[in-house]
């Protein structure tokens, strides 16, 4: 008798009655097209997730502490920087707000100036130089050597200046020099080295120079603007932030921390993440209706079989079990169908976006952060995607099997 309830529910979703296998059928596809639908979008919201993570977050540095006034660089500065808890590197920077013109074109960026071997400990920017357009001198010898006067930009910015690697740029700043014949703006030739492509928006502001040749241009002497620091835990960087400038002292720095710059997209993305998730977990719930809708038609069809079982003896719980059985046998059906087969359409989604806007010359994604369709597909999200269809397809039994639990036998058999 243990394995009675699960048996008929089993005998029950494999019957060959054609009107109950064809409800069946539509059922499990109901269930199967959310789930797939839900996986598929989910696995491109954290696609965005991952490239604002790891490319704008990967060249980005995570804090920055403006000094109010230019200072030099000091070695204990840097190493009670270094050793406070969860600073990954600090480095020295100077940073402005530029123009870069090339023939009669000019283009706005954010110059910043550092010294190479030491940025990659705060930023992974040298990673995303395009290994094409890299110029003679920098793909033999160091891009951005001390007084080389050399730059690298951002890809958009490039595109914009229509100028590619070894071309000359003039660096052009908003202050100006006096002269006896007025004020000119103080500028000065750079070669472009090396374009930085992380098909990011930071592709579009991005201008990189060794930290001595902004201090040349700039003429600061020695003077830096601050220092910029990697975190564990990037989303610490606020709070890093006002403890650090609290420790140096607040008249000397003002911390400044990606969540200025990006935090708003960052939190717009995960919102949307749970956003379309509820409502996407509607479209389940939507899809439970044929689960009720078919267990509705054998309960109906099965009444003759419960009101047998119950004269022979069988409890309700039998019965009750039975039903539930066939729910989740059909729940499962559909849940496993849409997982497997949103996890497959998601994983060729991004091919299939590159054919198509090579084959159609369509730029669908020129607006976002990422000019292509990133796609990731995360274990914990299916598995959440899979237990809330299971309860909500659990839940849609709830009403057929209270409706077969209260059959009486005396009524059913009264019309047989």
């Not at 990954?88 to 110059?111: C, E, M, N, S, Y």
């Not at 003002?254 to 708003?264: E, I």
């Not at 009444?303 to 039975?322: E, H, K, N, P």
Request: one cysteine or more; charged letters at 15%; glycine letters at 10%.
């Amino acid at each position: 008798m243990r394995w009675l309830a699960p048996s008929l529910g089993v005998r029950y979703a494999f019957s060959g009655n054609s009107a109950l296998a064809l409800a069946e059928f539509i059922a499990v596809c109901g269930l199967g097209l959310s789930v797939a639908v839900l996986v598929i979008v989910i696995s491109v919201v954290n696609g965005f997730e991952r490239e604002l993570r790891e490319r704008i977050f990967g060249v980005l540095p995570h804090l920055s502490l403006y000094a109010r006034v230019p200072m030099l660089d000091g070695d204990d500065v840097r190493r009670g920087l270094v050793e406070h808890d969860g600073v990954l590197g600090a480095v020295p920077f100077v940073q402005t707000a530029a123009l870069v013109a090339a023939g009669d074109r000019v283009q706005g960026v954010l110059l910043t100036g550092m010294r190479p071997d030491e940025y990659a400990s705060v930023s992974d920017w040298y990673r995303y130089l395009d290994p094409g357009r890299v110029s003679e001198a920098g793909a033999t010898g160091g891009v951005l050597d001390d007084s080389s006067f050399d730059i690298v930009l951002g890809d958009d910015v490039a595109r914009s200046l229509d100028v590619e690697a070894g071309d000359s740029v003039s660096v052009i700043l908003p202050s100006g020099t006096v002269t006896p014949a007025g004020v000119f703006p103080r500028q000065k030739r750079f070669r472009l080295a090396a374009i930085l492509n992380s098909a990011s928006d930071l592709d579009g502001h991005a201008a990189y120079v060794h930290l001595r040749d902004a201090q040349k241009l700039l003429r600061l002497g020695d003077g830096i603007h601050g220092y910029q620091l990697r975190l564990e835990a990037f989303f610490a960087a606020p709070e890093t932030g006002r403890v650090l400038s609290a420790q140096l002292g607040r008249q000397r720095f003002v911390a400044r921390s990606w969540m200025h710059t990006h935090g708003n997209l960052y939190q717009a993305i995960a919102m949307q993440k749970v956003t379309m998730f509820v409502l996407l977990a509607f479209l389940v719930a939507v899809a439970a209706f044929n689960l009720v809708s078919t267990l509705v038609m054998v309960v109906d069809q099965r009444a003759a079989d419960v009101a047998i079982l119950r004269t022979m003896g069988s409890s309700r719980t039998t019965i009750v079990g039975a039903f539930v059985t066939l729910g989740m046998l059909i729940a499962v059906g559909g849940i496993g169908i849409g997982i497997v087969s949103g996890t497959l359409i998601a994983n060729a989604l991004p091919g299939l976006y590159s054919w198509t806007s090579t084959t159609l010359e369509l730029e669908l994604m020129s607006q976002y952060v990422v000019n292509y369709l990133p796609v990731e597909v995360r274990k914990a999200d299916l598995t959440g995607i899979g237990v809330t269809a299971l309860v909500i397809a659990l839940l849609a039994t709830l009403y057929p099997v209270l409706r077969a639990a209260r059959l009486l036998p005396g009524e059913v058999l009264a019309y047989e």
